[in-house]
């Protein structure tokens, strides 16, 4: 017979052949494309994140450090004991610049767009004692629904530059911020590939294993029993 277009053949590593049929999304016509980002009247990214200015800064403790975030101003770095701040406090870097979504040689690399995420820099932190330059950092805001400002991790990946990671729904609104619509993953439902009488052969076999793997644990039971008695008279 011919086989439907949602319909695909597939073998174990036994060499049995299944026919697997495809859910619906799967073989119907592809999604619209996206959005133009060029049709987008609203604020821009800047615009969406300015309110953070005058918020409360974000805190996240990481292992003996504790981060402090303030937004357009500086990110610190201290040790925290029963709330109150012990040793010094380390300045990661001061406010210096944030991505320029119009800008062209800056949108060229695409990294932004792609990754989808904006950015700030802040530099001109304490000295660094392993590098005896300034400390510095960047900081990556991506759009999370549902959720408010917080700081999701922090990274060193070289000596005393740091990248934060921010999370917060302001800038969800944005198409260029804006994560791709996801699909719940769905069922392939399969089934053995076989001809009527190889079916029946096949159901007759299965019967057939399960008919001795019951004999043989009823054996097992059986001389286990007996074990059990002879323990007892003994």
């Known amino acids: 017979q011919r086989q439907a277009e949602d319909v695909v ?3 174990s590593r036994f060499k049995q052949r299944y026919e697997c049929r495809l859910p619906p999304a799967a073989v119907g016509p592809p999604a619209g494309p996206p959005p133009d980002p060029r049709l987008y009247n609203g604020s ?16 996240k403790t990481k292992d003996w450090w504790t981060y402090e975030f303030c937004y357009g101003r500086h990110i610190q770095q201290y040790h925290l004991e029963e709330s109150e701040i012990k040793g010094d406090i380390l300045v990661l870097g001061y406010y210096q610049s944030t991505f320029d979504w119009d800008d062209e040689a800056a949108k060229a690399s695409k990294q932004h ?35 408010g400002d917080y700081i999701a991790r922090v990274d060193e990946p070289q000596s005393c530059s740091y990248v934060l990671t921010v999370h917060t729904t302001r800038i969800c609104h944005h198409p260029f911020l804006r994560p791709p619509p996801g699909l719940a993953p769905l069922p392939i ?16 076999g299965q019967v057939s294993d399960t008919k001795r793997k ?3 644990i009823s054996e097992e039971l059986r001389t286990l029993d007996t074990r059990l008695w002879s323990d007892r008279d003994s």
């Open 44 to 59: 821009g990214v800047a615009e969406l994140l300015r309110p953070m200015a005058t918020a409360p800064c974000l805190i």
């Open 9 to 11: 053949t597939v073998a």
């Open 189 to 204: 439902r399969c089934q053995p590939a076989l001809a009527p009488a190889q079916y029946v052969q096949y159901v007759r």
């Open 113 to 147: 767009q792609l990754r989808r995420y904006h950015s700030q820099s802040y530099g001109n932190g304490s000295r660094c004692d392993l590098t005896g330059r300034a400390r510095q950092a960047e900081v990556r805001f991506l759009c999370e629904e549902g959720t």
């Open 214 to 216: 019951v004999e043989e």
